[in-house]
Structures are given as C-alpha cells and as structure tokens.
C-alpha cells in the first residue's frame, strides 16, 4: 500500500518537472529562433540606419518582427504550466 | 593578410547591407541624361548637391573651374574607398585590400611616367588618387624622390615590388612603360587569384568575380588588337586564370571571322550578359563602344553575383566599380562640357 502511494506522488512530481521541462524548452528553444532571426535582420538593420538615418523606424520594426516566435513559445510555456 | 571571422555573420551582413544602400543612392540614369542636356556650371552644381561638397568645400580656395571638380571627384573616390577598407569585416578586408592593389599599380606608374616626362610634381600629385594601400602620405613620398630608380626602392615593401624591380630597367630604356603595365596588372591579377585560393571562407565568390574581370579584360584586348599584332605580343598581353586560355585568345585573334570568334565566345562563356551584347559586335566596328558594352555587360554580371552571394566580397566590390564608374562619368561629362563637345559624343563614353 505505501509502495503504491510513494508511486502515485513520484509519477505526480514527475508530471509536474516534465511540465517545467517542457515549458522552459518551449521559451528557451523559441528565444534561440528568435535570436538567430534577429542575428541577419539586427546587422542589416544597423547598416541601412548607418547609411541613412530616416531608415531607423522601418528598421526597428522588423528586428521586432521575430520576437513573435518568442511569444509563441512563452504562450506554450504558460498553457503548460497553468493549465 | 585575411582575418578570422570569430564574430559570426552579423558584421557580414551589415556590410553588405551599407554597400547596398550606398549603391542605391548613387546618381541614376535619368539624372546623367539630365545632365547630358546641362551646362558645365549647372553640372557643377549639381555635383555639388551630392556627396562630392565635402570635398569640393575643401578645394575650392585652391582650385577653381573644371580642375576643381576633376580633384574633387578623385579625393572623394580616395576617400570612399579608404572608408570602405575600414567599415568591411574580417576577411572581405583582405580581399577588398587585394581588389584595390589596381590603384598602386596606377599611381606608381602614373608617377613614373610623370617624373620621365618633367611634369611638376604638384600637377603629379592632382592625378594620383590614393585609392590603394599607398596612401596619400606614400605617395607624397614618392613623388618627392629623385629618381625612377629610387621610387621602386622605396616600394620595397609592396606586394608587387617584385615586378618593380625586374621591370624597372627594361621600362627606363625603352622609355615606356607599357610592357611593365602588362607585367604588373598580371602580377596583380595572380596575386588576387592567391587571395582568393587561400582557403578563406569567402574565397570562391571573390574568385568567380576575378575570372569574369579577367575575361572582360581579355575580350576587350581581343578586339581592340585582333588581327593587328603577332601572335607573341598578343601573348604578353593576354593575362591567364580567366575562362579562356591564353593560347585560346591568341587563337581566336588570328580567326579571320568575327563570327566565328562571336560564337566561340558566347558558347564558352555562356553568360546572360555577355550573350546579348556579343550579338551586336557583329555589327558594331568601333573599339570604343565595345569596350563600354563590355563593361557594362560586366557590370550587369557582377549585379548578379552580388545577388547569388549577398553577404560576400561581390556587393563590395559592385559598389567599389560602379564608383569608380560614376566619378569617372562626371569627369567625362565635366571634361566633355568643357570642350564643348556634343552630349551625344560624351554620352558614347559613359558607362551608365
């Protein structure tokens, strides 16, 4: 009877850290995307604004662009842990 | 000579992505036949209005009229090139540095044709565009010595040096120095195939952009000596490592058939650009206008390689030429003003 207790809790606890797991694999993964996305629009993104100042605003907005993917893995991440 | 590129694709990319807005924002087609239709003080000023007032600012209480905007587009050449040196990463620095060695080749022998024919050294100096690794304080050194012997002395560190040496006597006692030019652009030529072979990330793009300079070059030597010169001189000045080989080239200059050499050469260079512009040399007679199709074909051809290899030494190199193309166009057309020659003549010796 205790064996089949300490089980159930073990089997219970496991969940919930392959749960964490999975959520931090969700951002992590996703936020390494996002970087390597970020890596070529940043570096053009700095050179077009280097070259002329009026480009900075079309710029910023598509290194942002990636940052999506992020959020897709945090929005994974949180229905994991929350739900 | 090449770095190690430690930091990753980034700084590639934003080289890349400069040179590319840089070359958007040179002067346009429609503006140069604008121009064409303009006076020499209209097109002053509208040299002025671009990215050459820094520069005509900085001459102006020295020079004045069309020597003003002659030294003016070469400094600003000078300078954007030296810019480029600094702002290109890791390895393209190497090949850039190798591409540009044409400039030293230029300036040393402009200053040694200068000093054999007793022009002054300040008129040496206006022509001289340090647009190489001799910067304009070397250059200012070398055309302070006395003697032709002791301005190849003072390259003695120069990757070319070499070719100075041996050439030298021979370039002294002919009294010209055309055989020398051919041994040096073939020296340089070898060099940058060394560069672009040394097993650097990188080096195949630089490579295809050197064979099609190289073809260009040879095709242009083809037509304008084809059937006129012995099969050794054309030998001397045909340079090896392009999609023909040499003997290939005297071959076809010794044909009796421009058709023939046409066809030869379309089908063994099979690119788009070229393919077109071959067709009209069928009927096109004069050098000139084959030379500028010639160039332009390259320019075309280079475009797309910059394309095909984005973040590699051909946009550099794109914008470098295309440069080079626009300064050399306003000179034509300031020069050509000046002369109060027709905008058709000048329009024929722009590359646009």
């Known amino acids: 009877m205790a064996v089949e207790t300490m089980t159930i809790e073990v089997a219970e606890a496991s969940a919930v850290g392959f749960k964490a797991i999975g959520a931090g694999l969700a951002v992590g993964l996703a936020g390494m995307g996002t970087g390597l996305a970020q890596l070529g629009i940043g570096g053009a993104a700095v050179g077009a604004t280097a070259e002329n100042k009026e480009m900075f605003g079309l710029a910023l907005l598509f290194t942002v662009i990636p940052e999506t993917v992020v959020i897709f893995g945090l929005v994974v991440a949180l229905l994991l842990l929350f739900t | 000579m090449a770095a190690v590129n430690t930091t990753g694709p980034a700084p590639y990319i934003y080289a890349c992505t400069r040179m590319k807005v840089r070359k958007a924002t040179l002067i346009p087609r429609e503006e140069y036949m604008r121009m064409l239709n303009m006076e020499l003080p209209g097109i002053t000023r509208i040299i002025e209005e671009t990215h050459y007032k820094a520069e005509i600012?900085?001459?102006?209480?020295?020079?004045?009229?069309?020597?003003?905007?002659?030294?003016?587009?070469?400094?600003?050449?000078?300078?954007?090139?030296?810019?480029?040196?600094?702002?290109?990463?890791?390895?393209?620095?190497?090949?850039?540095?190798?591409?540009?060695?044409?400039?030293?080749?230029?300036?040393?022998?402009?200053?040694?044709?200068?000093?054999?024919?007793?022009?002054?050294?300040?008129?040496?100096?206006?022509?001289?565009?340090?647009?190489?690794?001799?910067?304009?304080?070397?250059?200012?050194?070398?055309?302070?010595?006395?003697?032709?012997?002791?301005?190849?002395?003072?390259?003695?560190?120069?990757?070319?040096?070499?070719v100075f040496e041996r050439e030298m006597a021979g370039a002294v006692e002919s009294g010209s120095f055309a055989h020398m030019e051919n041994e040096l652009f073939k020296a340089y030529y070898t060099e940058i195939v060394r560069a672009a072979k040394g097993g650097v990330k990188g080096g195949h793009a630089f490579l295809q952009y050197i064979r099609l300079d190289i073809d260009t070059r040879n095709l242009m030597t083809l037509f304008r000596v084809k059937g006129s010169l012995e099969s050794d001189e054309l030998r001397e000045m045909m340079i090896a490592g392009g999609t023909f080989s040499v003997e290939e080239l005297v071959r076809?200059?010794?044909?009796?058939?421009?058709?023939?050499?046409?066809?030869?050469?379309?089908?063994?260079?099979?690119?788009?650009?070229?393919?077109?512009?071959?067709?009209?040399?069928?009927?096109?007679?004069?050098?000139?206008?084959?030379?500028?199709?010639?160039?332009?074909?390259?320019?075309?051809?280079?475009?797309?390689?910059?394309?095909?290899?984005?973040?590699?030494?051909?946009?550099?190199?794109?914008?470098?030429?295309?440069?080079?193309?626009?300064?050399?166009?306003?000179?034509?057309?300031?020069?050509?003003?000046?002369?109060?020659?027709?905008?058709?003549?000048?329009?024929?010796?722009?590359?646009?």
């Open chain 2, 252 to 352: 076809l200059a010794g044909s009796e058939s421009s058709d023939e050499i046409i066809e030869t050469i379309r089908n063994r260079l099979n690119l788009d650009s070229f393919t077109e512009v071959l067709e009209t040399f069928r009927e096109e007679k004069s050098v000139h206008k084959i030379e500028i199709a010639l160039t332009k074909a390259k320019l075309d051809q280079l475009d797309k390689l910059a394309k095909r290899y984005q973040f590699s030494v051909c946009p550099i190199l794109l914008y470098l030429e295309l440069k080079q193309y626009e300064v050399s166009n306003l000179r034509a057309l300031a020069r050509g003003k000046e002369s109060k020659l027709e905008p058709e003549s000048i329009g024929a010796c722009m590359v646009v």
């Open chain 2, 57 to 162: 600012d900085e001459l102006a209480s020295s020079f004045s009229g069309i020597d003003l905007v002659e030294i003016a587009l070469s400094w600003n050449l000078a300078k954007e090139y030296q810019k480029i040196i600094e702002l290109v990463p890791g390895h393209l620095k190497g090949f850039t540095r190798s591409y540009l060695l044409r400039w030293d080749i230029q300036n040393v022998l402009t200053i040694l044709r200068g000093k054999s024919q007793d022009i002054p050294q300040g008129r040496i100096r206006e022509i001289t565009i340090p647009a190489g690794s001799l910067d304009k304080n070397a250059l200012d050194r070398l055309i302070a010595e006395d003697s032709a012997d002791r301005i190849v002395e003072a390259l003695k560190a120069h990757v070319l040096y070499p």
